[in-house]
């Protein structure tokens, strides 16, 4: 539970307490709005019973509290719980060093018109071709660009790639790599392990 929830917790439950104290003054000036001695009998009896009454109130009123208060509190981190997490793509970029670089940027999402709350779609953006790529395990390419921008989405197999510096990133699956690197030194390619490497190429227009 993160700080903010617990004091969020905390106050509720502070609320229930402060609550608790003011029903309890209430039920604490019974006896002293007593009635005169001669009616002592019936008194006692009549304030036992309103004391009574009151209390159970009180426990019903603090209880009904609590539960619709829970219930909210849950029903908040229900929905904190439901946000999606961040989908992210590695692009690779040419710096002004003319070296290439790697960075992780986020995918950012806009509502689909006429549909569900819950779809949601990257900004446009305009192609000239897309079509599959295979490489055979082995495969390597020396310091070369990307000849045009394009995004890069793994099927299958693995390959890595090595930007100046020796830094490395695994190009798979389940991830999305945005080529930018079109000026520089560039980067090396290499197919990893004993599958094919295969891919969507997406090309952007110029």
Same mark, same amino acid.
């Given at each position: 539970?993160?700080?903010?929830?617990?004091?969020?917790?905390?106050?509720?439950?502070?609320?229930?307490?402060?609550?608790?104290?003011?029903?309890?003054?209430?039920?604490?000036?019974?006896?002293?709005?007593?009635?005169?001695?001669?009616?002592?009998?019936?008194?006692?009896?009549?304030?036992?019973?309103? /004391? @009574?009454?009151? $209390?159970? #109130? *009180?426990?019903? %009123?603090?209880?009904? &509290?609590?539960?619709?208060?829970?219930?909210?509190? =849950?029903?908040?981190?229900?929905?904190?719980?439901?946000?999606?997490?961040?989908?992210?793509?590695?692009?690779?970029?040419?710096?002004?060093?003319?070296?290439?670089?790697?960075?992780?940027?986020?995918?950012?999402?806009?509502?689909?018109?006429?549909?569900?709350?819950?779809?949601?779609?990257?900004?446009?953006? /305009? @192609?000239?071709? $897309?079509? #599959? *790529?295979?490489? %055979?395990?082995?495969? &390597?390419?020396?310091?070369?660009?990307?000849?045009? =921008?394009?995004?890069?989405?793994?099927?299958?197999?693995?390959?890595?790639?090595?930007?100046?510096?020796?830094?490395?990133?695994?190009?798979?699956?389940?991830?999305?790599?945005?080529?930018?690197?079109?000026?520089?030194?560039?980067?090396?390619?290499?197919?990893?392990?004993?599958?094919?490497?295969?891919?969507?190429?997406?090309?952007?227009?110029?």
């Amino acid at each position: 539970m993160s700080s903010e929830k617990r004091e969020t917790f905390a106050s509720m439950l502070r609320l229930a307490s402060a609550t608790a104290v003011g029903f309890t003054g209430v039920i604490a000036g019974l006896d002293s709005a007593a009635m005169p001695n001669v009616y002592n009998a019936r008194v006692t009896f009549g304030g036992t019973l309103m /004391k @009574t009454m009151a $209390s159970r #109130v *009180v426990l019903m %009123a603090l209880a009904i &509290f609590l539960i619709f208060g829970w219930h909210a509190y =849950r029903s908040q981190t229900a929905v904190e719980a439901q946000e999606r997490a961040a989908v992210k793509a590695t692009r690779l970029y040419s710096g002004a060093d003319g070296l290439s670089h790697l960075e992780q940027v986020d995918v950012k999402f806009f509502p689909v018109t006429g549909a569900p709350a819950t779809a949601e779609e990257s900004e446009h953006v /305009k @192609t000239t071709k $897309s079509y #599959v *790529v295979r490489l %055979a395990p082995g495969f &390597f390419e020396d310091w070369h660009n990307a000849d045009v =921008r394009r995004y890069v989405v793994p099927i299958s197999g693995r390959a890595v790639i090595e930007v100046a510096g020796g830094e490395k990133i695994s190009v798979e699956p389940g991830r999305i790599y945005l080529a930018e690197d079109l000026t520089g030194k560039g980067h090396t390619f290499r197919v990893a392990g004993s599958n094919d490497w295969v891919a969507l190429f997406v090309d952007f227009a110029q």
